[in-house]
């Protein structure tokens, strides 16, 4: 089982744009959808991305997602203040028989 | 617009049972294709505990498989978690999440328990 694994932090200025890398295996993210998701600081996750590179209803256009072989990537364009917080994906893993979160990545706007 | 509540003791003690509920409002729990537990131990990442489906079969974590049983009642529309043989390592926010259209895409707000004597 590998878990899938994203940098601990990133950052940007305001309007900036933000790449967030989330790299697993055949097992997981090389085999299946991923999803993304925005902790925001002391509140519940909220779905972000889903399939890959699809937004839910009222998830601004500055998110956007993708995967490619083995790794996906969460990319926030035009970065504002209120996108500080915690970032996840999270797909499932064949040889788990389960889902597996990425590490999870903190965003801070400078 | 669907809710979720967590609720259950804050505080729980080592080799004890930790034993969660989610209540469900503003739809029926069969409206979810399946649902899960998630927890998060303090200052860390989320952690998938097992998710059950609309038609009652559960997957678990194999890390956690051998403690935990999810249930759903529909006529409660709610569903439970049960997490035995607790220790500190148990120690976490935990949420529920419905997977309505998209996996996970209503969350709880997540509820504290502490494994403590």
């Known amino acids: 089982q590998s878990v899938p694994t994203q940098p601990p932090s990133a950052s940007g200025t305001p309007g900036q744009r933000v790449s967030i890398s989330c790299s697993g295996s055949s097992s997981n993210i090389g085999g299946n959808a991923v999803n993304w998701y925005q902790q925001l600081p002391g509140t519940a996750p909220k779905l972000l991305i889903y399939?890959?590179?699809h937004r839910p209803s009222g998830v601004p256009d500055r998110f956007s997602g993708s995967r490619s072989g083995t790794s996906a990537s969460l990319a926030i364009s035009g970065l504002q203040s209120e996108d500080e917080g915690d970032y996840y994906c999270v797909a499932w893993d064949d040889s788990l028989r389960g889902r597996v979160f990425g590490t999870g990545t903190r965003v801070t706007v400078l | 617009q669907v809710q979720l509540q967590e609720s259950g003791p804050g505080l729980v003690k080592p080799s004890g049972t930790l034993s969660l509920t989610c209540a469900v409002s503003?739809?029926?729990?069969?409206?979810?294709?399946?649902w899960s537990w998630v927890r998060q131990s303090p200052g860390k990442g989320l952690e998938w505990i097992g998710e059950?489906?609309?038609?009652?079969?559960?997957i678990y974590n194999p890390s956690l498989r051998s403690r935990v049983t999810m249930s759903v009642d529909t006529s409660k529309n709610q569903l439970s978690l049960k997490l035995n043989s607790v220790t500190a390592a148990d120690t976490a926010v935990y949420y529920c999440?419905?997977?309505?259209?998209?996996?996970?895409?209503?969350w709880g707000q997540g509820t504290m328990v502490t494994v403590s004597s």
């Open positions: 999440a419905g997977s309505f259209r998209y996996a996970f895409d209503i």
């Open positions: 503003g739809d029926s729990i069969s409206g979810a294709n399946w």
């Open positions: 059950i489906s609309r038609g009652g079969g559960s």
């Open positions: 399939t890959d590179n």
